[in-house]
């Protein structure tokens, strides 16, 4: 069975101190590696994809990488309007269209 | 276009009562799914359809129906409300079920069984 594992559960930042979340997990066959962004009351939007252990993805002040077993988002220099739940999925293979989410890491940047 | 769109966007129900809550897209896309997803949790996959006329279960379906007569909608059933279905429920789609494909949410339905 699919598992993916974020963490932390929840982070705190002031302004500009940069951070990285974790996704680790365990599937047969990874096809790819999502990240999402949800903010309160809404539902989640695409950040990135990730297709293969040493790929690196940016947008802005965010910055994904995968390894065989994890991935991070970095941010960098992180604003108040980063605040929001960062969401990882995975697609393996025996699940093609399927994702397996994790349950998350919520991100509050204070100014 | 519209993207997902979902209604509606807050329901409450009594225990017993059935509803269906809507989703459509307006993409093409061939592939729609829905999730549930509860306080600090990430999404639970409840039923997906990889084209019309073909569902099938995801990893919570039970209590649940959902049928595909059209590419462009996708309801999902509750035949009898439970209070463990108080949830909040995400319908989305990516352009198809093979390969390897973008998720694009709705907004969301917030339901509550009394």
């Known amino acids: 069975e699919d598992q993916v594992t974020q963490s932390p559960e929840a982070l705190r930042l002031q302004e500009g101190e940069s951070s990285s979340l974790n996704c680790s997990y365990t599937?047969?066959?990874?096809?790819?590696l999502f990240w999402y962004r949800q903010d309160p009351g809404k539902g989640p939007e695409f950040l990135f994809t990730?297709?293969?252990a040493g790929e690196e993805k940016e947008k802005e002040r965010l910055k994904a990488t995968l390894t065989k077993k994890e991935s991070f988002l970095h941010i960098t220099a992180p604003k108040p309007e980063d605040s929001a739940t960062y969401l990882c999925?995975?697609?393996?293979?025996?699940?093609?269209?399927?994702?397996?989410f994790g349950d998350g890491t919520t991100l509050t940047v204070k100014p | 276009n519209a993207g997902v769109t979902q209604t509606p966007k807050f329901q409450v129900l009594k225990t017993g009562q059935s509803m269906t809550l809507q989703c459509a897209q307006d993409?093409?896309?061939?592939?729609m799914s829905w999730y549930r997803q509860d306080p600090g949790m990430g999404l639970r996959l409840i039923h997906y359809?990889?084209?019309?006329?073909?569902?099938d279960q995801g990893e919570v379906p039970n209590g649940y129906n959902v049928s595909r007569s059209t590419t462009e909608d996708f309801p999902l059933r509750l035949l009898s409300a439970a209070p463990s279905q108080t949830s909040v429920y995400f319908c989305?789609?990516?352009?198809?079920?093979?390969?390897?494909?973008?998720?694009?949410f709705g907004p969301g339905t917030r339901l509550t069984v009394l």
């Open positions: 989305a789609s990516s352009l198809a079920a093979g390969g390897l494909n973008t998720q694009y």
């Open positions: 599937v047969s066959g990874l096809r790819g």
């Open positions: 990730l297709y293969s």
């Open positions: 999925a995975v697609q393996a293979g025996t699940n093609a269209g399927k994702s397996t």
């Open positions: 993409m093409n896309h061939e592939y």
């Open positions: 359809s990889v084209g019309a006329g073909i569902t």
